[in-house]
């Protein structure tokens, strides 16, 4: 499988696009953590509001600030002209210009792994696409005939027997975890409504967050499923998590700008209302209260252009996104940031959508050969064999699978759902092959995970806890761990931490290859990451599952297992 040509892919010719919030040319990275590059507006110049963060509480503290408080007394009721007062609210904008920075700019962008976008592109790699997969039928080929040496059947049945036990149920469990998640659309609504005061959204949102996550884990338990069934429900419930947070946090984010807006609206014209009546007084211009009143006029103007794109877009503003239907289809969508409005595809391709359908499934069968026929033999000799060959028998058959599985993912599962819901941005990894660090890698292979993390905690960290770059980093690098973890405690029914500490590793393998020495090895940093990812799952595996092999499943039934050779 090999990399495409750098760059952006251009426009396919079947998509339109929603014009986003800002355009690339005002993007500048602001850090190369985890979360990687933190889009960041450009601020327009002579901005009173340049480099302030915003929360929503500071927010509700600008509508009664002293710049945007009427007063009470006679006058013209738009506020204390003089010392400055109009200056006072110059924190207004800083909700626009902090929060604009972490939206990604979604656009119409094809997959970089696709054979339509390699083919447009004449990309001179794409023969090495088709030995890729002509590799893996020989593959496929080799193993079946050996199967049917050995075992008589072309393809073993254990791992398929391990899939269909209690599948009913793992299907209606998974209906009602999706059908649950509408809750926050429900919530938002009401503040909508103002049935339920703004104030308390945060504490909702993250009330329900926590039960209804503790809730997923619980009936994984319950139940007692499979480490196949249990892996599943675990990582899409995080997935939903993920969703649901990020509803909640745009929207109530979103209130919080209509009501700023809408105060600012009113403020303006009560301005320029006096402006008027006393343009004819004799020499009035030149008085302070005129130039002051006239600096506020702009300075709101300019901020209501900076805070109305986030509330207006081509075919939609809020609060009028705040449907059931909207949400609907943001569940659907290949993405974990929330946005008012999308870039859409002019049209659907069923014969696209078919072949990503077939792509999965064909991709699906080989990865179910590798697991039954080269990892499965493997880990049951766990008795056998010591765990140093236990990792040496597992490097090949990790790493095949971990491709196979970031292919049905993010190339297949991604594209089909954006076809069947007209998403453009198909940009959904980077050509992390090519990474010469992991911060790098940890931007590029999983990128809907990587905005969340960029958006929702490594910018939301810095912004409204006045962490530096450093410490919002490593509260990234944690928070993506412990969620890393959880998914394999909840498999292996167990807390052993060895995802945890090897995550949180990479952080000082990092800083080591930032020194400008080693910056400077592109082919050494490439060679020590495809290490790292050779060593790194098949580690992992063993830790994890040989524990379980070696004491939950009995001795004699590994005894006549022979060691598989990858072909």
């Known amino acids: 499988m090999s990399a495409p040509t750098a760059g952006l892919h251009p426009r396919p010719p079947h998509v339109r696009l929603v014009p986003a919030d800002r355009s690339d040319a005002e993007t500048s990275e602001a850090s190369e953590s985890e979360v990687g590059p933190a889009r960041a507006q450009a601020q327009p110049r002579g901005s009173l509001l340049a480099g302030r963060a915003h929360t929503p509480s500071s927010e509700k503290q600008l509508l009664n600030s002293p710049g945007s408080r009427r007063r009470s007394g006679g006058g013209s009721g738009t506020g204390d002209l003089t010392d ?133 884990v619980f009936w994984t338990f319950y139940r007692d499923w499979p480490w196949s069934h249990s892996g599943f429900f675990t990582m899409h419930g995080i997935a939903m998590l993920m969703k649901q947070h990020s509803y909640m946090a745009t929207n109530t984010e979103l209130h919080y700008k209509k009501r700023l807006v809408d105060s600012m609206d009113k403020e303006l014209a009560e301005l320029r209302k006096v402006a008027i009546a006393n343009a004819s007084a004799v020499s009035y211009e030149a008085t302070e209260e005129a130039r002051a009143r006239e600096s506020r006029i702009q300075f709101l103007v300019s901020e209501l252009e900076a805070l109305r794109p986030d509330l207006v877009r081509p075919n939609v503003q809020f609060p ?32 696209y959508f078919i072949e990503k359908v077939i792509a999965t499934l064909f991709t699906f069968s080989l990865l179910y050969i590798t697991v039954e026929h080269y990892i499965f033999p493997i880990l049951a000799m766990s008795r056998q064999i010591d765990f140093i060959s236990s990792i040496m028998y597992l490097m090949m058959p990790f790493m095949i699978g971990y491709l196979l599985i970031f292919y049905i993912i993010f190339e297949c599962i991604c594209n089909a759902f954006a076809e069947l819901t007209y998403f453009a941005d198909r940009d959904f990894y980077d050509d992390w092959w090519n990474s010469t660090t992991f911060d790098e890698f940890a931007r590029k292979w999983n990128k809907p995970v990587h905005e969340f993390l960029l958006r929702h905690v490594y910018l939301e960290s810095m912004s409204s806890y006045k962490l530096s770059k450093q410490n919002a980093t490593l509260l990234t690098f944690f928070v993506s761990s412990c969620f890393h973890e959880v998914v394999m405690a909840v498999t292996g029914k167990r807390v052993r931490m060895y995802f945890f500490i090897l995550q949180m590793f990479q952080i000082p393998l990092i800083y080591f290859a930032r020194i400008p020495f080693v910056r400077r090895q592109k082919l050494f940093g490439n060679a020590l990451f495809w290490f790292g990812m050779f060593l790194g799952p098949p580690l992992l595996g063993a830790a994890y599952a040989r524990e379980h092999w070696y004491y939950y499943i009995p001795q004699d039934a590994a005894a006549n297992v022979t060691i598989p050779i990858v072909p």
Request: hydrophobic share 45%.
């Open 320 to 351: 009028n996104n705040i449907t059931f239907v909207n949400f609907a289809y943001y569940m659907l969508v290949p993405t974990l940031v929330y946005e008012i409005e999308y870039p859409r595809t002019t049209r659907f391709r069923p014969v």
């Open 84 to 216: 400055g007062g109009y200056e006072s609210s110059s924190s207004v904008g800083s909700a626009a210009r902090a929060r604009r920075a972490r939206k990604k700019a979604f656009r119409a962008r094809s997959s970089r792994l696709d054979y339509e976008t390699l083919d447009r592109e004449g990309n001179s790699f794409r023969g090495f696409f088709v030995l890729f997969w002509m590799g893996f039928v020989w593959y496929t080929l080799t193993t079946v005939y050996h199967s049917l040496r050995t075992d008589g059947v072309p393809v073993r049945l254990q791992l398929f027997f391990t899939f269909s036990q209690d599948a009913v149920n793992l299907a209606i469990s998974d209906a009602v975890l999706v059908a649950s998640c509408f809750v926050p659309a429900v919530l938002q609504r009401l503040i909508r409504w103002r049935l339920l005061p703004l104030s308390s959204a945060h504490v909702l949102q993250h009330v329900w967050q926590g039960l209804w996550f503790g809730a997923v």
